[in-house]
């Protein structure tokens, strides 16, 4: 059952966050003009998706929640506490594994390999500049077709039609690195790109990088299995 429709898990679930942002300190903090207050930090923001991530694996059942009342709440106002940059896969939907949360909880950012152009990169800067979300994650998952298709690119020379191309030849530098290495070239692709995705995120946004420097903002990258529903959090890029 969700934490959502469980009232003694999301009981337990408050209870963890308010104590979190206790131990660190962010309770009376203000943000700045524009921003807004940051409900939990960004390592308890983590914690948070570790544990609904573990529970959506052994108990992946779904519920009915209270969408009506919940629906009112946020239509006034939002306060993520996550940011989510995945494919746009069908098999990755980041509400579901991690945990069945709520309405208003992730900002979620997807596109077909998980990967941060323009569009993605601002929507990310949104999210930690405007609405104060402390944590930002790059999820890549087993058996991605844009990482395939920028696989096949390196190793046969596909000409990919359309838009598609572009699109994948951003994943290609992830693929080259990782080309005759040891381990499944697919999946050391996944993980190389994602990495590569958080870095440049963390490097190449003024925004990201400042809010980082000031112990407000942290990326992380991971790897999300089909099969078992594992959700695999590989690094972290520091400030």
Same mark, same amino acid.
């Given at each position: 059952?969700?934490?959502?429709?469980?009232?003694?898990?999301?009981?337990?679930?408050?209870?963890?966050?308010?104590?979190?942002?206790?131990?660190?300190? =962010?309770?009376?903090?203000?943000?700045?003009p524009?921003?807004? %207050?940051?409900?939990?930090?960004?390592?308890?923001? =983590?914690?948070?998706?570790?544990?609904?991530?573990?529970?959506?694996?052994?108990?992946?059942?779904?519920?009915?929640?209270?969408?009506?009342?919940?629906?009112?709440?946020?239509?006034?106002?939002?306060?993520?506490w996550?940011?989510?940059?995945t494919?746009s896969?069908?098999?990755?939907?980041?509400e579901l594994?991690?945990?069945?949360?709520?309405l208003?909880?992730?900002? #979620?950012a997807?596109?077909?390999?998980?990967?941060?152009?323009? %569009?993605?990169?601002?929507?990310?800067?949104?999210?930690?500049?405007?609405?104060?979300v402390? =944590?930002?994650?790059?999820?890549?998952?087993?058996?991605?077709?844009?990482?395939?298709?920028a696989?096949?690119?390196?190793?046969?020379?596909?000409?990919?039609?359309?838009?598609?191309?572009?699109?994948?030849?951003?994943? #290609?530098?992830?693929?080259?690195?990782?080309?005759g290495?040891?381990?499944?070239?697919?999946d050391?692709?996944?993980?190389?790109?994602?990495?590569?995705?958080? %870095?440049?995120?963390?490097?190449?946004?003024?925004?990201?990088?400042?809010?980082?420097?000031h112990?407000?903002?942290?990326v992380?990258?991971?790897?999300?299995? /089909?099969?078992?529903?594992?959700?695999?959090? /590989?690094?972290?890029q520091?400030?």
């Open positions: 059952m969700c934490p959502v429709c469980d009232n003694s898990g999301r009981r337990s679930f408050l209870s963890y966050s308010v104590a979190g942002i206790a131990a660190s300190g =962010l309770i009376g903090w203000t943000a700045a524009g921003r807004a %207050a940051i409900p939990v930090s960004a390592d308890q923001a =983590l914690a948070n998706l570790i544990e609904g991530n573990a529970r959506f694996v052994s108990a992946p059942q779904l519920c009915e929640a209270n969408m009506t009342g919940r629906r009112a709440d946020v239509a006034k106002g939002q306060s993520p996550a940011t989510i940059l494919c896969d069908s098999r990755v939907p980041p594994i991690f945990g069945g949360v709520g208003g909880e992730l900002f #979620v997807r596109n077909a390999g998980n990967m941060a152009d323009t %569009a993605t990169m601002g929507t990310i800067e949104y999210a930690a500049e405007h609405l104060g402390p =944590l930002i994650v790059v999820l890549g998952h087993q058996n991605c077709g844009a990482v395939l298709a696989c096949e690119v390196v190793e046969k020379h596909t000409k990919l039609p359309g838009s598609i191309g572009p699109m994948v030849d951003a994943i #290609v530098p992830a693929a080259i690195s990782v080309h290495k040891p381990g499944d070239f697919i050391n692709t996944v993980r190389e790109s994602a990495k590569r995705t958080a %870095a440049k995120i963390a490097s190449q946004s003024k925004i990201v990088e400042e809010l980082m420097h112990g407000k903002v942290k992380v990258y991971g790897r999300y299995d /089909l099969a078992s529903g594992v959700v695999d959090f /590989l690094s972290e520091r400030g």
